[in-house]
T-cell receptor, first 110, second 112 residues
């Protein structure tokens, strides 16, 4: 049972480049989330999904997009990378209670 | 607006000591509260989940309490070990499936 998996683990992007952060869960959870963690700032919610085909914005959605075509997958898209998007990105999932987190993707935008 | 605060920001204790980490939240209308552990460069590991109707939860040497009326939760760690060294995060959810609102964390160091 893999839980929540994320790829890649680390990535360096140039300003203006695009990329997709992958997230998958094998627990059949209906809720999925994307957070970013910045030093000294705690975790902030970017986007979330309550089920396949349904997504909504969190606190800091600007510069990101998501899709949820299946229950298992919840990719996060960065269209035009900016230095302000340098962060650690965590994907999480839940059924109705505890949230379970993936190992994170460390992104550096130069 | 719900805010979560954790005090202290950092704590250093000798091995074997019992310790308490504090978490406070401004709005008592929470759905649940979750405590996490985060090791450097790693993801978040869920330690304990307390539903709003519960007063405490226990797992091994860990005990978490919840007092909704005063907006407080504590994480009690018994007989601390160097392997307990990590950052501990508290987070509240306002509804089922809702986002988590995190505190800034307490960085714990247990010295041998």
């Amino acid at each position: 049972n893999a839980g929540v998996t994320q790829t890649p683990k680390f990535r360096i992007l140039k300003i203006g480049q695009s990329m997709t952060l992958q997230c998958a869960q094998d627990m059949n959870h209906n809720y999925m989330y994307w957070y970013r963690q910045d030093p000294g700032m705690g975790l902030k919610l970017i986007y979330y999904s309550v089920g396949a085909g349904i997504t909504d914005k969190g606190e800091v959605p600007n510069g990101y997009n998501v899709s949820r075509s299946t229950t298992e997958d919840f990719p996060l898209r960065l269209e035009l990378a900016a230095p302000s998007q340098t962060s650690v990105y965590f994907c999480a999932s839940s059924y109705s209670g505890a949230q379970y987190f993936g190992p994170g993707t460390r992104l550096l935008v130069l | 607006k719900q805010e979560v605060t954790q005090i202290p920001a950092a704590l250093s204790v000798p091995e074997g000591e019992n310790l308490v980490l504090n978490c406070s939240f401004t709005d008592s209308a929470i759905y649940n509260l979750q405590w996490f552990r985060q090791d450097p460069g790693k993801g978040l590991t869920s330690l304990l989940l307390i539903q709003s109707s519960q007063r405490e939860q226990t797992s091994g040497r860990l005990n978490a309490s919840l007092d909704k009326s005063s907006g407080r939760s504590t994480l009690y760690i018994a007989a601390s070990q160097p392997g307990d060294s990590a950052t501990y995060l508290c987070a509240v959810s306002l509804n089922q499936g809702g986002k988590l609102i995190f505190g800034q964390g307490t960085e714990l160091s247990v010295k041998p």
